[in-house]
């Protein structure tokens, strides 16, 4: 593939169509490289009943606003259909089932590894978010467990815990939402390190997002910002969890310190076996494929300031949230490092002509 790209996008999910967004207005000479066979990005993963936090007017990406919906938050259904049409409606040069496996850079250009051949590009962006990257904890006994274990990441529905005792590990909005749905079917159990906290029932995603851009605006200013009147990991009250809060299902039975092969120890050194484990602890960052370009953490972070490496001339890292710019991990959120993204690419390539 002897063409050379302004730019090439790793990823196809709402980070890599908003940068297509600007890459499109800015008539630079891209393409978004996706691994999926169908758009959507990772809410062609997430769970079957997994809405947005916020609703759609403030839930969109740039220039197209999310269509109306029924229901108070987006189904995860909608959502797959409004990025689809979104990439159609604009026309982004995203090519399927194309996974990058690894990239290369020699005299100023990059050398996209893909499983389908080798694409040349001056620029950069990794746009794949960390649904590929889920976390584990190492807990003694984990090899040891012979029940159904799987990462939230991994989990789609009710159907296979009917009947189950399961035990579902992690306080944050994943947690508390499979719980909700689990415990309508099973006996479920909530395993959190500190006493789950929900935030109140008005305070929604957008709420949320305004307050990570008054962090922001007050940190580019210089000036203090009192953040402790937020607590941005605290539970949003969606429909579901506002049920099962009624229902009296969120009781945190605290921490254990290991797993035997029926169940999991408690602190206390009791006992208790499980049919099932689900683990609600999160992801890292999917950025392996990078291994060769730059270095990283444990979870997967570079050295960057906001979306620009700060290792690597030529590379940008969009979507990956806080790291890579407040609330980028947003379908509202995600415009403005996108935005910005685009203006930094235009001016380095204007620079190298």
């Not at 990823?11 to 908003?18: D, E, I, K, N, V």
């Not at 990078?290 to 570079?302: M, P, Y």
């Amino acid at each position: 593939m002897e063409e050379i790209f302004d730019v090439i996008v790793i990823g196809g999910g709402q980070s890599a169509l908003a940068c297509g967004y600007y890459l499109r207005r800015a008539k630079l000479k891209y393409i978004i490289l996706d691994k999926q066979a169908v758009p959507g990005g990772a809410w062609l993963h997430t769970w079957d009943s997994l809405t947005l936090f916020s609703p759609r007017e403030y839930s969109s990406l740039p220039g197209w606003l999310m269509p109306k919906s029924e229901h108070q938050f987006p189904l995860r259904q909608e959502v797959i259909d409004y990025l689809g049409k979104y990439e159609d409606h604009y026309q982004l040069n995203v090519q399927r089932s194309t996974e990058v496996t690894e990239i290369k850079k020699n005299e100023g250009l990059f050398y996209v590894h893909t499983l389908q051949g080798i694409f040349k590009t001056k620029t950069v962006i990794s746009a794949t978010g960390t649904w590929e990257n889920p976390f584990i904890p190492t807990i003694d006994g984990i090899e040891d467990y012979k029940g159904l274990q799987i990462h939230s990441g991994k989990y789609k529905n009710p159907e296979k815990f009917i009947g189950l005792k399961t035990l579902v590990v992690g306080e944050g909005n994943s947690g508390a939402q499979i719980v909700a749905e689990l415990s309508k079917v099973t006996t479920v159990k909530w395993s959190t390190k500190k006493e789950p906290e929900f935030l109140p029932d008005d305070v929604d995603g957008y709420y949320l997002f305004t307050v990570a851009s008054a962090r922001y605006k007050a940190e580019k200013e210089g000036k203090p910002f009192d953040s402790s009147q937020y607590n941005l990991g605290n539970i949003v009250m969606v429909p579901t969890v506002k049920e099962a809060k009624q229902r009296g299902v969120f009781v945190s039975s605290g921490t254990f310190h290991q797993l035997y092969d029926k169940g999991v120890i408690w602190y206390n050194g009791e006992k208790e076996e499980f049919d099932a484990i689900i683990w609600c602890t999160g992801f890292g960052y999917n950025t392996s494929y990078l291994k060769s370009l730059i270095e990283t953490d444990e979870k997967g972070i570079a050295k960057t300031t906001e979306s620009k490496s700060l290792e690597v001339t030529g590379l940008w890292l969009v979507g990956y949230g806080n790291w890579t710019g407040y609330a980028s991990a947003t379908l509202i959120g995600v415009n403005r490092i996108a935005k910005q993204t685009i203006a930094e690419i235009e001016e380095f390539l204007n620079q190298q002509n």
